[in-house]
């Protein structure tokens, strides 16, 4: 049935958004609200017409609503950059609500980047990949036509879901005259499905290329490059069904969702003396990776008890491990027999009794889940950061003690800086990352301890994904079955062959030196990717979304009422299946819900850090809901419960936020509801229910909304897909 919304909610909806501020509007605080002083040739005027010609925004219709100019601004290396304008531009009508975030370099008046959003659906389009490809084009010949002369397209691809909402990205990266590439200087476009282009980012190095002369043949540095090239094995999970699929595969990165980002050198060869350099552009050796167990012969299983064990032995365990710090004391026990009998305990400062970490164990193993301390040691800080050396043995005599029953399974695997920046290499933080070997070859579940500055333990996340009897049901291939390494490396550089190109060295204070050297890389040697191939069959596991084939689908979505929807998700490879059914009238859970919404709205944003405790780095919903908490889907709490269901008036709560509604939805009093059982909505989910009904996104039936029932697979996928044409801007990250 047809339930029209509210006129007050309509009239109040309408005024909200035409009155509400663009959450990513809220200008960096490196913008100062200044005028432009010499260094600038644009003026204000001119960079606002330009602005306007550029991204197509019309005075007619766009109104600027910020100007700012900046001196200061600093590229991801931190080098300074030209002065730069920001300019803000909304589109305000009866109608639509739209805006756009350009900038233009204030010196030679060139677009930088340019984004633009809408809160209003976009028309249905049957754009191709083609058409979308000479749109992006077009659009950068007129913003950027000397560029464009000099880059080559060697990246496409597909995302979103649904018609509408169908993106296409394409990257543009700088190739000379004379067929050297420049690393990291590339044009990115994204062209929406209705044909419009949303998002435009130009990085590119002003500066005078060298002449690529003298360099040693590409064979010679190809070879080089297959000597340092550190390929190994390990297993993948594969999440399509309730269990996971296991694959074995050669890798040339420990990227798995437990471990920390091996800070490892580019794969970079000096094209004029054929040695490896590392990302300083100094000549270095290579050093590779060696994976073995904490004990070739310990044990690879723990003995479970007969019985759970008792408070008074959690604790004493737990004191001894050397965990706790001197301000450190253990207070409230729960026992909990969800899934994994476990003990968990809070921990509070012995001092001033707040609430300081917490910390649990498997009570059938006594080996520790996790540990997380909340506030900052007590302890004076160092003089000089704990060496890495130092940090390895504390984290190695914590692991053999606490997984004493595991030592022949478990290995070793790196020490790293926390923080991406090359800046931050002295970090205070420490990580490491241990792996739990199955058949002696690493696998996706581990360990992950960080140490503050003083060596301290400051989280701990120690959870295996599955419980023993789950994890005897998964099937690990068997490594003797594998390639060669010879054979898998062919097919590593089959398809990942070095280029001639341009390198900016990282200088000594970190930043991105200005003056290239010429080297053989392969396109992405400065990003810290994964890549893989199979380990029984040889080929190449791309992971390019554009060159995938959609997997199979499921054998119950034909007739579905949802068909159109669950065919998306199924397209995408993100609907878990048992026996080859998606089960679509089955209720779901919450971890279920977030990883669809967080797979279709924009990607997903890794975090280090968990923020439940019950979702661990090694879940493999782990990424998705750290995604909805840093971009305000769902609050951060001790506990999140991804196995419980999830209720239709709690969906949507969460999809009022997804779509910006947040504030207007906190007005409960103002809606009225077309429901029989409008009354039983929650207060705090009343205006989010009214909300979604109005704009189509969720709706009863039967003249019911049924709040308090439980979620299925088949409305969650048709809710998902309706708000995929509700193009919405994503805020800055706090």
């Known amino acids: 049935m047809k339930n029209p919304i509210h006129k007050v909610t309509a009239m109040l909806l309408t005024c909200t958004l035409l009155g509400s501020p663009m959450l990513w509007l809220n200008t960096p605080a490196a913008y100062a609200e200044a005028a432009p002083d ?91 990949k083609e058409q979308a490809q000479q749109k992006a084009e077009d659009f950068i010949k007129q913003v950027a036509p000397q560029e464009f002369k000099e880059t080559e397209l060697t990246s496409s691809n597909v995302d979103g879901i649904g018609a509408p909402y169908k993106y296409f990205n394409f990257t543009y990266e700088r190739k000379t005259a004379d067929g050297v590439f420049v690393l990291d200087d590339e044009i990115n476009v994204t062209v929406q499905g209705d044909g419009s282009v949303s998002a435009y980012t130009c990085n590119w190095t002003n500066v005078t290329l060298p002449p690529a002369a003298g360099t040693v043949p590409k064979e010679r540095a190809t070879s080089a490059y297959s000597d340092a090239l550190d390929l190994h094995l390990s297993y993948q999970f594969s999440y399509k069904t309730n ?150 043995a504390k984290a190695l005599e914590l692991v053999k003690k606490l997984y004493s029953g595991r030592t022949g399974s478990i290995a070793f695997i790196n020490v790293v800086s926390i923080g991406d920046n090359p800046k931050q290499s002295g970090s205070t933080m420490k990580g490491v990352a241990f792996s739990f070997l199955k058949n002696g070859v690493p696998s996706p579940n581990g360990l992950q301890i960080v140490f503050d500055a003083q060596g301290n333990v400051n989280n701990f996340y120690g959870n295996t994904y599955y419980g023993n009897d789950v994890e005897s049901q998964i099937v690990y291939p068997d490594p003797s079955k594998a390639i060669t390494l010879d054979k898998a490396k062919d097919t590593f550089l089959k398809n990942r062959p070095v280029r001639l190109s341009y390198y900016f060295p990282i200088a000594a204070d970190g930043t991105r030196a200005n003056t290239p050297v010429l080297v053989y890389a392969p396109n992405d040697a400065t990003e810290r990717s994964a890549h893989y191939v199979d380990g029984l069959t040889g080929e190449w596991i791309s992971l390019d979304p554009s060159t995938q084939k959609p997997p199979a689908l499921p054998s119950d979505l034909n007739g579905h009422w949802a068909e159109k929807a669950l065919t998306e998700f199924a397209n995408l490879g993100l609907l878990e299946l048992k026996d080859g059914k998606a089960n679509p009238d089955g209720e779901i859970t919450r971890g279920e819900f977030i990883h669809l919404l967080a797979n279709v709205r924009g990607g997903l944003n890794p975090s280090e850090m968990p923020t439940f405790e019950d979702v661990p780095t090694d879940s493999k919903y782990y990424s998705a809901i750290e995604t909805a908490v840093l971009r305000g889907w769902i609050a951060p709490d001790s506990k999140f419960r991804p196995a419980a269901k999830i209720s239709r008036q709690e969906v949507a709560t969460i999809l009022t936020r997804v779509l910006g509604h947040e504030e207007l939805a906190k007005h409960s009093e103002i809606f009225t509801l077309p429901y029989s059982d409008g009354d039983q909505v929650s207060t705090w989910a009343k205006g989010s229910v009214a909300i979604l009904n109005g704009l189509g996104v969720m709706r009863g039936s039967y003249d019911r909304f049924a709040p308090h029932g439980n979620v299925t697979l088949a409305e969650t996928c048709t809710a998902l897909l309706k708000i995929q044409s509700y193009n919405t801007p994503m805020p800055y990250y706090k």
């Open 38 to 128: 010499v260094q600038s040739v644009v003026t204000k005027e001119q960079a606002v017409q330009t602005a306007r010609l550029a991204a197509n925004l019309p005075e007619s219709k766009w109104t600027l609503i910020n100007s700012e100019y900046r001196t200061s601004a600093k590229d991801n290396w931190g080098n300074t950059l030209s002065p730069r304008w920001q300019l803000d531009f909304n589109q305000q009508d009866s109608k639509t609500y739209a805006g756009a975030n350009v900038i233009l370099d204030a010196t030679t008046g060139k677009l930088v980047s340019m984004n633009r959003y809408s809160k209003d659906p976009l028309e249905e389009s049957a754009l191709t």
């Open 243 to 392: 269990l996971p699929t296991v694959n074995l595969v050669y890798s040339n990165s420990m990227t798995e969702n437990f471990m920390f980002l091996t800070n490892t050198a580019p794969l970079l060869i000096d094209a004029k003396t054929g040695q490896m350099l590392d990302r300083y552009g100094k000549a270095t050796t290579p050093t590779k990776m060696s994976i073995a167990p904490l004990d070739p012969k310990g044990p690879t299983a723990p003995t479970p008890r007969t019985t759970s064990m008792t408070q008074v032995e959690a604790e004493a365990l737990i004191k001894s491990s050397a965990l706790l710090q001197a301000n450190m004391e253990l207070d409230e026990a729960t026992y909990s027999e969800n899934g994994t009998k476990s003990w968990s305990f809070s921990i509070r400062n012995s001092t001033s009794k707040t609430n300081i970490g917490r910390v649990s164990l498997d009570a059938m193993t006594g080996e520790l889940m996790n540990f997380n301390s909340y506030s900052e040691t007590s302890a004076p800080p160092s003089s000089s950061p704990v060496s890495d050396e130092t940090i390895k």
